[in-house]
Nanobody, 126 residues
Framework: VQLQASGGGQVQAGDSLRLSCEAS????????MGWFRRAPGKEREFVAA????????NYKESVKGRFTISRDNAKNTVYLQMNSLKPEDTAVYYC????????????????????WGQGTQVTVSS
């Protein structure tokens, strides 16, 4: 599967952005989808993940209540709605897909994701 992320940009603290990640192929609903990010000089970190039927979601603690992950299996797309953005949210955001993660709460472990998109830059200024 190929993943194409979009929606990044440069915003002010407190603003909102919605990231999208469109997947190729006809088996999108069979993948657990996740969002990760890499800030300058830091390791890649988990942001959010959603199960195949959207019944389970998992969030990094610092984005809970501000970010919402969702998916539209008919459109082969996963979204990350980001509200109340902070300068510390500045990073390149990557979407990822996993066919190996089992059912239940989707994993935050990047090693369990099989496919990665190219990333989209989010810059939040104070």
């Amino acid at each position: 599967v190929q993943l194409q992320a979009s929606g990044g940009g440069q915003v002010q603290a407190g603003d909102s952005l919605r990231l999208s990640c469109e997947a190729s192929g006809r088996t999108f609903s069979s993948y657990v989808m996740g969002w990760f990010r890499r800030a300058p000089g830091k390791e890649r970190e988990f942001v959010a993940a959603i199960s195949r039927n959207a019944g389970y979601k998992n969030y990094k603690e610092s984005v809970k209540g501000r970010f919402t992950i969702s998916r539209d299996n008919a459109k082969n797309t996963v979204y990350l709605q980001m509200n109340s953005l902070k300068p510390e949210d500045t990073a390149v955001y990557y979407c990822a897909a996993s066919y190996t993660i089992m059912y239940g709460t989707p994993s935050s472990n990047s090693g369990e994701y099989n496919y990665w998109g190219q990333g989209t830059q989010v810059t939040v200024s104070s």
